[in-house]
């Protein structure tokens, strides 16, 4: 199946930093990226929408400056959290759909941000 | 307030029981998935529904969307500790809207 990769897979940062997430589908290209978050034990929440060579469409309650992202080509995307606090630490999880469908959306395995 | 309710929360079972989890929801879907995600990593999709009624068989898994495309239920027959872990119901509203169940932590003792 396809393959998506994430990266870092853990990072650790002091609070006021900022902290870049990249998301790359391997082996297909990925017109449509996704981002969620996913607190403990909870689950995911979709973040925003992330096409190749526009804005992001970010969901109601996202802070546009705070997660900035870019999807400058069709195999990568990146989430920039800006100002990173201690509230920010979480599980943020990208996935990529391929050309074969609107359902077709392969998952990264996910970066653990903590924000001391 | 989540979009799709799943239930049970959490399911603890021996193995070789079956157990159903079920997913719920007040409004329609293009589509619902299911996935199964390990701790630490992302969901790995299980099976894609698409049409009202329709039933699709995954060796022991089982999975139904309802009529009217509101709801979804997955069926575990005879349960192996593999089985072990978060599943999660997603659907599709519009062209790029997915929103996930609430998930259901299920445990399979040897």
């Known amino acids: 199946g396809a393959v998506v990769s994430q990266h870092p897979s853990r990072v650790i940062c002091k609070s006021g930093t900022s902290v870049k997430i990249e998301c790359r589908s391997l082996d297909f290209q990925a017109t449509t990226m996704f981002w969620y978050r996913q607190f403990p034990k909870q689950s995911l929440m979709l973040m925003a929408t992330s096409n190749e060579g526009s804005k992001a469409t970010y969901e109601q309650g996202v802070e546009k400056d705070k997660f900035l992202i870019n999807h400058a080509s069709l195999t990568l995307s990146t989430l920039t959290v800006t100002s990173a606090h201690p509230e920010d630490s979480s599980f943020y999880i990208c996935?990529?759909?391929?050309?074969?469908?609107?359902?077709?959306?392969?998952f990264g395995p996910g970066t653990r941000l903590t924000v001391l | 307030t989540q979009l799709l309710e799943q239930s049970p929360q959490f399911l603890s079972i021996q193995e070789g029981e079956n157990l159903t989890v079920y997913c719920n929801s007040s409004s329609v879907f293009s589509s619902l998935q299911w996935y199964r995600q390990e701790p630490g990593e992302g969901p790995v999709l299980l099976v894609t529904v698409v049409t009202g009624g329709e039933v699709k068989k995954l060796k022991r898994l089982t999975f139904q969307f309802g009529d009217a495309r509101k709801d979804s239920s997955l069926h575990i027959t005879a349960a192996q500790p593999g089985d072990t872990g978060l599943y999660l119901c997603?659907?599709?509203?519009?062209?790029?809207?997915?929103?996930f169940g609430s998930g259901t932590k299920l445990n399979v003792k040897p």
């Open positions: 996935s990529a759909r391929d050309v074969a469908g609107p359902d077709t959306q392969y």
């Open positions: 997603a659907g599709r509203r519009g062209f790029n809207k997915f929103y």
